[in-house]
């Protein structure tokens, strides 16, 4: 389950990073929009599934067994990968972003599964620990996704070949480890699915509010990917205007704020404990609001520059500016490895079992409102008001210190209570 995940997670950021980097650096030449929209629009099309999909594929999750959901979904990820190949090849950005939207479908139906299986195989004061590994296991992914995609898209020198070849076949090896997963109970057999979306998805999220303290560990949860996609999304034109480097350096941050997120998962659990708390949260707070206008600053003193793009050996010889902006991109990530991995754990350890895949469905139909939001926010501000990109990162910043107050406020009493709850 580990490496169908660390796979499945692999492909999407390749994917991701090269479509990003093809746009961005106009190896498309279909391109009409301008980068900024472009690169927004792909964050907001891989997003979208999960807003229309996420309480079915909960529905699905708790009704059928696990390991052949698991299976069925890799092999939709090879057909995915294939369409995308069609796209690379032939040049064809309305392909590449079907097959981006397809992604994400992917990503949706195995979101629900993945997460709901963790509390069935680990016991409770594991949970602390699995998720930390499992997030830690994701950044390393996402990590070496981003590098991955980068890299191929640079040696390739325009041979889009080289970079379908690579998706197609990460997608076959996580179709090869999920036919190791063991078969798994099954939570609610006697569900019936409801197929319309736009009703399941309500009942889904009414679902999660019946239960207080489960829809404010989720409103939690979606703030996170709210603030991580708003910055996320902007490195390749943070790198290519601000810092006028090459799409090397793209991978050089997005590697920063990946290994970020690993090491601050994984101290999360060395310095936080293994059981169930809350005390890593406000610490990984105040540094996502802190380190944003740090990295704000930090571009605020990088000298303007013409010419050609800065290479690697470039970044690292042309003064202390850029390792600020380094440093700054790495704390973010450590900062959000604190905050996101006790919220999933409380997330899981509170959730009703024979609800659990549609509360992780209800997660993610948040998660999707909220980065979708962030999609259409940093679109209005970039391209609509033209507002330069370190001012969206400071009303972020001002927007995330707003928002974990009233979260610290809410989320404390509500766990003392639960945990009350469960001794008695």
């Given at each position: 389950?580990?490496?169908?995940?660390?796979?499945?997670?692999?492909?999407?950021?390749?994917?991701?990073?090269?479509?990003?980097?093809?746009?961005?650096?106009?190896?498309?030449?279909?391109?009409?929009?301008?980068?900024?929209?472009?690169?927004?629009?792909?964050?907001?099309?891989?997003?979208?599934?999960?807003?229309?999909?996420?309480?079915?594929?909960?529905?699905?999750?708790?009704?059928?067994?696990?390991?052949?959901?698991?299976?069925?979904?890799k092999v939709l990820e090879?057909?995915?990968?294939?369409?995308?190949?069609?796209?690379?090849?032939?040049?064809?950005?309305?392909?590449?972003?079907?097959?981006?939207?397809?992604?994400?479908?992917?990503?949706?139906?195995?979101?629900?599964?993945?997460?709901?299986?963790?509390?069935?195989?680990?016991?409770?004061?594991?949970?602390?620990?699995?998720?930390?590994?499992?997030?830690?296991?994701?950044?390393?992914?996402?990590?070496?996704?981003?590098?991955?995609?980068?890299?191929?898209?640079?040696?390739?020198?325009?041979?889009?070949?080289?970079?379908?070849?690579?998706?197609?076949?990460?997608?076959?090896?996580?179709?090869?480890?999920?036919?190791?997963?063991?078969?798994?109970?099954?939570?609610?057999?006697?569900?019936?699915?409801?197929?319309?979306?736009?009703?399941?998805?309500?009942?889904?999220?009414?679902?999660?509010?019946?239960?207080?303290?489960?829809?404010?560990?989720?409103?939690?949860?979606?703030?996170?990917?709210?603030?991580?996609?708003?910055?996320?999304?902007?490195?390749?034109?943070?790198?290519?205007?601000?810092?006028?480097?090459?799409?090397?350096?793209?991978?050089?941050?997005?590697?920063?704020?990946?290994?970020?997120?690993?090491?601050?998962?994984?101290?999360?659990?060395?310095?936080?404990?293994?059981?169930?708390?809350?005390?890593?949260?406000?610490?990984?707070?105040?540094?996502?609001?802190?380190?944003?206008?740090?990295?704000?600053?930090?571009?605020?003193?990088?000298?303007?520059?013409?010419?050609?793009?800065?290479?690697?050996?470039?970044?690292?010889?042309?003064?202390?500016?850029?390792?600020?902006?380094?440093?700054?991109v790495t704390l973010l990530?450590?900062?959000?490895?604190?905050?996101?991995?006790?919220?999933?754990?409380?997330?899981?350890?509170?959730?009703?079992?024979?609800?659990?895949?549609?509360?992780?469905?209800?997660?993610?139909?948040?998660?999707?409102?909220?980065?979708?939001?962030?999609?259409?926010?940093?679109?209005?501000?970039?391209?609509?008001?033209?507002?330069?990109?370190?001012?969206?990162?400071?009303?972020?910043?001002?927007?995330?210190?707003?928002?974990?107050?009233?979260?610290?406020?809410?989320?404390?009493?509500?766990?003392?209570?639960?945990?009350?709850?469960?001794?008695?």
């Amino acid at each position: 389950m580990f490496l169908t995940q660390f796979f499945g997670a692999l492909n999407d950021n390749v994917y991701k990073q090269s479509l990003l980097l093809v746009i961005t650096y106009g190896w498309i030449s279909q391109q009409s929009a301008d980068v900024s929209t472009l690169n927004n629009l792909a964050a907001l099309l891989f997003i979208l599934p999960y807003f229309i999909f996420s309480a079915t594929a909960g529905q699905i999750a708790d009704k059928y067994e696990r390991a052949k959901l698991v299976r069925a979904i890799k092999v939709l990820e090879i057909i995915i990968m294939l369409i995308g190949t069609a796209g690379f090849l032939t040049g064809h950005l309305i392909l590449l972003m079907f097959a981006l939207f397809l992604m994400g479908v992917h990503s949706t139906f195995f979101g629900p599964i993945k997460y709901a299986i963790l509390p069935e195989i680990l016991k409770p004061n594991e949970l602390m620990s699995g998720n930390a590994l499992f997030q830690s296991g994701t950044s390393i992914a996402i990590l070496l996704g981003m590098i991955l995609g980068g890299a191929v898209i640079s040696l390739s020198e325009g041979h889009l070949i080289w970079i379908s070849l690579t998706v197609v076949m990460i997608a076959i090896i996580g179709y090869c480890c999920s036919r190791y997963i063991l078969k798994q109970n099954v939570a609610a057999p006697d569900l019936k699915i409801d197929w319309n979306f736009f009703r399941t998805s309500f009942q889904t999220i009414q679902y999660a509010k019946s239960i207080p303290l489960i829809f404010t560990i989720l409103l939690g949860n979606s703030w996170y990917w709210f603030y991580g996609a708003t910055y996320l999304t902007q490195i390749p034109q943070l790198t290519q205007q601000n810092l006028h480097a090459s799409e090397n350096v793209v991978s050089l941050l997005l590697t920063f704020f990946s290994v970020g997120i690993g090491a601050g998962s994984l101290l999360c659990r060395k310095i936080g404990g293994s059981e169930l708390n809350i005390k890593m949260v406000p610490i990984g707070a105040v540094g996502l609001t802190v380190c944003a206008l740090y990295l704000a600053a930090s571009l605020a003193f990088v000298p303007e520059r013409t010419g050609d793009f800065l290479s690697l050996s470039d970044i690292f010889s042309s003064g202390q500016v850029y390792y600020h902006v380094m440093l700054a991109v790495t704390l973010l990530g450590i900062s959000g490895g604190f905050y996101i991995v006790p919220l999933y754990a409380m997330m899981q350890a509170y959730s009703p079992r024979s609800h659990r895949a549609r509360v992780v469905a209800a997660n993610n139909i948040l998660n999707a409102v909220f980065m979708v939001s962030s999609a259409i926010f940093s679109i209005l501000i970039l391209s609509i008001l033209k507002i330069d990109i370190k001012i969206l990162f400071v009303i972020t910043a001002v927007l995330s210190a707003i928002f974990t107050i009233w979260l610290l406020r809410k989320l404390p009493p509500m766990l003392h209570q639960a945990q009350d709850s469960l001794e008695d």
